[in-house]
């Protein structure tokens, strides 16, 4: 087993109040990982620790076998924020050319990639239109888009699902499963959307910054004989009480 992401004995503070609290995860290569949890449970904020956007007040990240932060490793991670950063005032196109300036790309791998993700995220007849024109949805679908378009090792989407319809949402999961089965990808997808964590490989329930139970969803399910990761999470909550 190799694992592209290792964290050990992590604790996060924002003045008084403790955001994560001894996190210690193994996040195996070419797996996906569901990082699953009700909002304010420290997701994001682990998110952008394994990221390299902040850094933690005690413990260590490794991404790849380096330590983060890393601007080398960032060449190699997709993210997908909670929160979508595009420039509006640009047009689809131009900001995916934008974005996939920063990576490592000829012009013709820059071209191929912004017509792949563009179709996977069913923004191709959009993309002449300028950002601030787009509805919610579109710009989160335009932000999965930026993730993808280095084709990274590592893909990190943080709510990537929230505003999308049933059938696009679909869609996202299948290309998902097929760049894990076919190319080897980690993903790491954070979400408050228990049905979600079925088509994880690896599920990490986290609360009140803490993780209360980390293992494959069958596992999880017959530690607590249970039949819906609603009930999963009820009941470790329970026991962690």
Same mark, same amino acid.
């Given at each position: 087993?190799?694992?592209?992401?290792?964290?050990?004995?992590?604790?996060?503070?924002? /003045?008084?109040?403790?955001?994560?609290?001894? =996190?210690?995860?193994?996040?195996?290569? @070419?797996?996906?990982?569901?990082? =699953? /949890?009700?909002?304010?449970?420290?997701?994001?904020?682990?998110?952008?620790?394994?990221?390299?956007?902040?850094?933690?007040?005690?413990?260590?990240?490794?991404? #790849?076998?380096?330590?983060?932060?890393?601007?080398?490793?960032?060449?190699?991670?997709?993210?997908?924020?909670?929160?979508?950063?595009?420039?509006?005032?640009?047009?689809?196109?131009?900001?995916?050319?934008?974005?996939?300036?920063?990576?490592? #790309?000829?012009?013709?791998?820059? +071209? $191929? +990639?912004?017509?792949?993700?563009?179709?996977?995220?069913?923004?191709?007849?959009?993309?002449?239109? +300028?950002?601030?024109?787009?509805?919610?949805?579109?710009? *989160?679908?335009?932000?999965?888009?930026?993730?993808?378009?280095?084709?990274?090792? %590592?893909?990190?989407?943080? $709510?990537?699902?929230? @505003?999308?319809?049933?059938?696009?949402?679909?869609? %996202?999961?299948?290309?998902?499963? *097929?760049?894990?089965? !076919?190319?080897?990808?980690?993903?790491?997808?954070?979400?408050?959307?228990?049905?979600?964590? $079925?088509?994880?490989?690896? %599920?990490?329930? %986290? *609360? &009140? @910054?803490?993780?209360?139970?980390?293992?494959?969803?069958?596992?999880?399910? &017959?530690?607590?004989?249970?039949?819906?990761? &609603?009930?999963?999470?009820?009941?470790? /909550? *329970? !026991?962690?009480?």
């Amino acid at each position: 087993m190799t694992n592209s992401i290792v964290v050990e004995n992590v604790s996060k503070s924002f /003045g008084k109040k403790a955001v994560l609290q001894t =996190i210690d995860l193994k996040v195996e290569k @070419g797996k996906i990982h569901g990082f =699953i /949890g009700p909002s304010g449970a420290g997701k994001t904020t682990l998110i952008k620790l394994i990221v390299g956007m902040d850094s933690p007040d005690s413990g260590s990240i490794h991404v #790849l076998g380096e330590q983060m932060p890393n601007l080398n490793i960032l060449q190699q991670i997709g993210y997908m924020a909670q929160s979508d950063a595009l420039y509006t005032e640009l047009t689809g196109k131009e900001n995916l050319t934008f974005f996939a300036s920063l990576f490592k #790309l000829s012009k013709d791998e820059q +071209r $191929e +990639r912004i017509a792949y993700t563009a179709n996977l995220v069913n923004l191709t007849e959009e993309l002449n239109k +300028r950002v601030s024109a787009y509805s919610g949805g579109m710009k *989160r679908r335009l932000s999965l888009a930026i993730a993808l378009i280095q084709n990274p090792e %590592i893909l990190i989407l943080d $709510e990537p699902t929230v @505003g999308i319809d049933p059938a696009l949402k679909k869609s %996202i999961w299948n290309e998902l499963l *097929r760049l894990k089965k !076919e190319q080897g990808k980690t993903v790491i997808i954070t979400t408050h959307v228990m049905d979600e964590a $079925e088509k994880c490989d690896q %599920i990490a329930m %986290i *609360r &009140d @910054g803490a993780v209360l139970v980390n293992g494959t969803p069958q596992q999880l399910k &017959d530690t607590y004989q249970a039949e819906t990761f &609603d009930e999963v999470f009820l009941y470790a /909550g *329970r !026991e962690k009480s």
